[in-house]
């Protein structure tokens, strides 16, 4: 899906060389080190076939960076530029400069974006549809009424939701005013 066929081929290094000659432990090497690689394994089989097995990473997000979109997986790993295969959340960071395949970005604001776009209900829902991430703060969302929400990390993640929800019905009950909502420090969230 991500991988063309030829890269992989050229990877291996298997095309044109005797099968005795092949190093099935060193081709297999190779192909491991791609970025979009999770697994591999190449085979030899008399007289002159090499059966190449490749996992490909899951791409779970797109992450925006320096005018540039990337694919990254669960584990933060940049996978390249988003195109086909564009998962529907997006988490962009302000700082400049482009990411290469193989780089990587924090998984736990990853991971933190892919649950929050699941455990969050729709009228909260970041109103561009876009988490923001940045090393200090952590995931945030803009949300349709104007604030500004903190999640942080994924740890806690579930009961961080919960106390966004009770706080911003209680905020709405009372007809406060807020512009930030933070919720990164679980028993202690504030709002200003």
């Given amino acids: 899906e991500l991988l063309p066929t030829q890269e992989v081929v050229d990877a291996a290094a298997v095309s044109g060389s005797h099968i005795l000659w092949l190093n099935p432990r060193l081709a297999t090497q190779r192909l491991r080190a791609l970025p979009t690689v999770r697994d591999a394994e190449v085979t030899l089989a008399l007289p002159n076939r090499a059966m190449l097995r490749v996992v490909e990473r899951t791409?779970?997000?797109?992450?925006?960076?320096?005018?540039?979109?990337?694919?990254?997986?669960?584990?933060?790993?940049?996978?390249?530029?988003?195109?086909?295969?564009?998962?529907?959340?997006?988490?962009?960071?302000?700082?400049?400069?482009?990411?290469?395949?193989?780089?990587?970005?924090?998984?736990?604001?990853?991971?933190?974006?892919?649950?929050?776009?699941?455990?969050?209900?729709?009228?909260w829902q970041p109103v561009t549809g876009v988490f923001d991430y940045s090393?200090?703060?952590?995931?945030?969302i803009a949300t349709r009424n104007g604030w500004r929400v903190r999640f942080g990390d994924n740890e806690a993640?579930?009961?961080?939701?919960?106390?966004?929800?009770?706080?911003?019905?209680?905020?709405?009950?009372?007809?406060?005013?807020?512009?930030l909502v933070d919720v990164r420090f679980p028993g202690r969230p504030y709002y200003r």
């Fill in 135 to 140: 090393a200090d703060v952590g995931i945030s």
């Fill in 157 to 179: 993640l579930a009961t961080k939701v919960a106390t966004f929800l009770a706080l911003a019905e209680e905020i709405e009950r009372v007809g406060a005013r807020a512009q």
């Fill in 59 to 123: 791409p779970v997000a797109q992450w925006q960076v320096g005018g540039g979109t990337y694919l990254v997986d669960e584990e933060g790993r940049v996978l390249g530029p988003a195109g086909r295969h564009t998962p529907p959340t997006v988490v962009r960071e302000g700082r400049p400069g482009p990411l290469q395949p193989g780089d990587r970005v924090p998984a736990e604001a990853v991971g933190a974006a892919v649950a929050l776009a699941e455990l969050l209900p729709a009228q």
